[in-house]
């Protein structure tokens, strides 16, 4: 990735919210870091995992908890509602 940055080649990532802020303590000196958020509502989660049939209602409820926690705030984030 810091031959990429050299280059002056963009570079995107598809990570975790837990490691936003590594990314951008890390790189942001050498390059312009961008977070996307993508996201939709409580009930549009709760819709769309309820269709794949992949987990209990109990988890779906933990995941939905989840989505709507450390949430990414500030100048680089683009927020994207997709509902």
Do not use: K
Request: proline letters at 4%; glycine letters at 6%.
């Amino acid at each position: 990735m810091e031959a990429a940055i050299e280059a002056g080649a963009a570079i995107v990532l598809n990570v975790s919210r837990g490691i936003i802020t590594e990314v951008e303590r890390r790189y942001s000196d050498v390059a312009d870091v961008y977070v996307l958020n993508v996201s939709c509502s409580e009930a549009t989660l709760r819709e769309r995992l309820g269709r794949r049939g992949r987990e209990c209602p109990a988890d779906i409820e933990r995941r939905i908890a989840r989505a709507f926690e450390d949430v990414p705030t500030g100048p680089s984030v683009i927020s994207l509602v997709n509902e």
